[in-house]
T-cell receptor
Framework: QQPVQSPQAVILREGEDAVINCSSS?????VHWYRQKHGEAPVFLMI?????EQKGHDKISASFNEKKQQSSLYLTASQLSYSGTYFC???????????FGTGTRLKVLA | DVKVTQSSRYLVKRTGEKVFLECVQD?????MFWYRQDPGLGLRLIYF???????EKGDIPEGYSVSREKKERFSLILESASTNQTSMYLC?????????????FGPGTRLTVT
């Protein structure tokens, strides 16, 4: 079951904050976050694991609520460089196969 | 830095042609992946490989095959291209399998089948 991301798109002014959510109908054991700028490769941002362990970008924060089967990515004091499409992904339990959400398009305006 | 390169950024092929998409990574990663990316559908896994000559089907393998003869190279093959295979194809590699390992993506090949 593909993770569901919300919102689908958001427009911000520089300096504003945004939250991107990723939820699943199945149990989540980990969540990966990636950002893809237009015409470029997706770039790894963070991994969040069950139990609170995190790995990744030290300037981006995220949360992982195992009970709610949801993760949120927090973009604070947004910069122009934050523009892009953000994807969350999770592993289908025990398969090593990743499934990704449909993405959230974020545009930061000057 | 890990570098994943793909042989073409843009490719136009005719229906029925055999198409090869090549991917090379330079970090000695064991694992490599092929995804297709379509608007509104996100990234969907076609195949992945966890070692030379080893492969596993992803969620949408129909109409595709793969080849991994060398560790650094993973090829996606469209045996007989069809218009519904028009898409962006992304290759990725990873140092391990499982929840703790991030994936490194190539820039993608935009394939158009006419």
């Amino acid at each position: 079951q593909q993770p569901v991301q919300s919102p689908q798109a958001v427009i911000l002014r520089e300096g504003e904050d945004a939250v991107i959510n990723c939820s699943s109908s199945k149990a989540l054991y980990s969540v990966h976050w990636y950002r893809q700028k237009h015409g470029e490769a997706p770039v790894f941002l963070m991994i969040l694991l069950k139990g609170g362990e995190q790995k990744g970008h030290d300037k981006i924060s995220a949360s992982f609520n195992e009970k709610k089967q949801q993760s949120s990515l927090y973009l604070t004091a947004s910069q122009l460089s934050y523009s892009g499409t953000y994807f969350c992904g999770t592993e289908k339990s025990g398969t090593y196969k990743y499934i990704f959400g449909t993405g959230t398009r974020l545009k930061v305006l000057a | 830095d890990v570098k994943v390169t793909q042989s073409s950024r843009y490719l136009v092929k005719r229906t029925g042609e055999k198409v090869f998409l090549e991917c090379v990574q330079d970090m000695d990663h064991e694992n490599m992946f092929w995804y297709r990316q379509d608007p509104g559908l996100g990234l969907r896994l076609i195949y992945f490989s966890y070692d030379v000559k080893m492969k596993e089907k992803g969620d949408i393998p129909e109409g595709y095959s793969v080849s991994r003869e060398k560790k650094e190279r993973f090829s996606l093959i469209l045996e007989s291209a069809s218009t519904n295979q028009t898409s962006m194809y992304l290759c990725a590699s990873s140092p391990g399998l499982g929840v703790y390992y991030e994936q490194y993506f190539g820039p993608g090949t935009r394939l158009t089948v006419t």
